[in-house]
């Protein structure tokens, strides 16, 4: 369910009218819902229960220490993707033994904090990157676990910007590549191989390229008579932005994967990120100006590109809804755009909506995943709040950031 609901024409977060926060709040705002959270980890939870996994939240999707000390909490592990986060991480009291490092990119210092912390795994994208590995392991006297990351050249079927699976994508190795490098991973006698990883892609809808990437590990395990600890089958579970988005069904594939870990007699990992956070939170704006032209009328809000980036990086589509309903309507089309020096500052557009005045809050939707955890100062504008709904009280979980700290030379 979704705890964002209209009651009585005004939109609340749980138990709090959103007309009311904006009183004491100022716009904009990310706003979450704890309970949505816990909500979401434990059905995810749930509907892999036979398999019993290892959940690492992928923690780029959002950063935010509360959000990472909540999924602690619950049992959940981490996916990592850089220095900083592996930090965070560990900081918001998620444990080494749980937390796996992905990226084709990892530096020798993040290598090394990797390997000094003891992190369940590295998952290594490349040959030079498990050299670099073992020669840091050997100088550090310690025996180092990885998972390769496969690229199964899998079409994810999703928007090609968050599709990661393909041989054109620069992530993971091809499966002879992967063969290959196993034959020989003998010579690197500071690594264990416990894992293979996959990640296809993001937003990913239907489970029929989880179900091919299952099979083509299935044969390469085999073939190879491969022992592994862990089978990491990454993130990309989707959820609906639109109403005409179908929900990904997963009990059909939690079978599959059950049936595949008996089979190889192996632990199972997964990565969510949006699944997890994506519906957590909306981004509560103010109508700035409107402005009629030619072709339309913009809606100007306090939101930038800046605070919410995915509609300009990947074209995509947040619902954006009046905080208060009422029931004249008004003709568009008419578009919702941030204040950004950018042509692509820009969030939705509609061709009918109900009437709205300069000076209203609007809400858009679903913005828990990838929004405040791209956000930038770009047009030296401060970070915005994020505000969480949680047990009885709001919280303030990360501070508008002070602009002194922006403008200082
Ligand atoms: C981004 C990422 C994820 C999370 O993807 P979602 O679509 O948010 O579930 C998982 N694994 C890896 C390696 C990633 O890069």
Do not use: W
Request: charged share 25%; with cysteine.
């Amino acid at each position: 369910m979704s705890y964002f609901q209209y009651k009585n024409s005004k939109l609340f977060a749980e138990k709090y009218s959103i007309s009311n926060i904006v009183k004491n709040i100022k716009t904009p705002f990310y706003l979450y819902s704890e309970k949505q959270l816990i909500e979401n980890f434990l059905n995810f939870k749930k509907n892999f229960k036979n398999v019993n996994p290892l959940i690492c939240y992928s923690v780029k999707s959002n950063s935010n220490p509360s959000i990472l000390r909540i999924l602690g909490k619950l049992g959940s592990g981490a996916d990592v993707v850089s220095e900083g986060e592996l930090l965070k991480t560990l900081n918001s009291g998620i444990k080494s033994n749980k937390i796996v490092f992905s990226g084709v990119g990892k530096t020798e210092e993040e290598l090394k904090l990797a390997i000094k912390k003891r992190i369940l795994l590295i998952n290594i994208e490349s040959e030079s990157e498990a050299k670099l590995i073992n020669t840091l392991s050997k100088r550090m006297g310690k025996k180092t676990s990885i998972g390769i990351r496969l690229n199964p050249n899998v079409d994810a079927k999703t928007n090609e910007k968050i599709s990661t699976g393909k041989a054109e994508n620069k992530f993971g190795l091809s499966s002879k590549n992967l063969i290959n490098f196993c034959n020989n991973i003998h010579n690197l006698k500071y690594l264990k191989l416990d894992a293979i990883s996959v990640h296809i892609g993001s937003q990913i809808l239907s489970d029929k390229p989880y179900k091919k990437t299952l099979d083509i590990i299935s044969n390469i395990i085999k073939e190879n008579k491969l022992t592994l600890k862990f089978v990491d089958l990454g993130g990309g579970f989707g959820i609906s932005y639109k109403n005409k988005d179908k929900k990904i069904k997963l009990t059909n594939y939690s079978k599959l994967v059950n049936k595949f870990k008996k089979n190889l007699n192996c632990n199972i990992i997964f990565e969510p990120g949006r699944s997890i956070v994506g519906n957590t939170s909306m981004l509560i704006s103010k109508i700035q100006y409107i402005k009629k032209s030619l072709k339309k009328q913009f809606i100007i809000l306090d939101v930038g590109m800046n605070d919410f980036m995915r509609p300009a990086l990947y074209d995509a589509e947040h619902n954006i809804i009046p905080v208060k309903k009422i029931n004249k309507k008004i003709k568009g089309p008419i578009e919702f755009v941030g204040p950004i020096c950018e042509s692509t500052c820009k969030f939705i557009k509609y061709n009918r909506y109900q009437k709205i005045s300069e000076n209203d809050f609007v809400a858009i939707t679903k913005t828990g995943a990838y929004g405040s955890s791209l956000s930038s100062n770009y047009n030296t504008r401060p970070l915005i709040a994020e505000i969480m709904v949680s047990k009885n009280k709001l919280t303030i979980i990360r501070k508008r950031q002070d602009l002194s700290k922006l403008i200082k030379i």
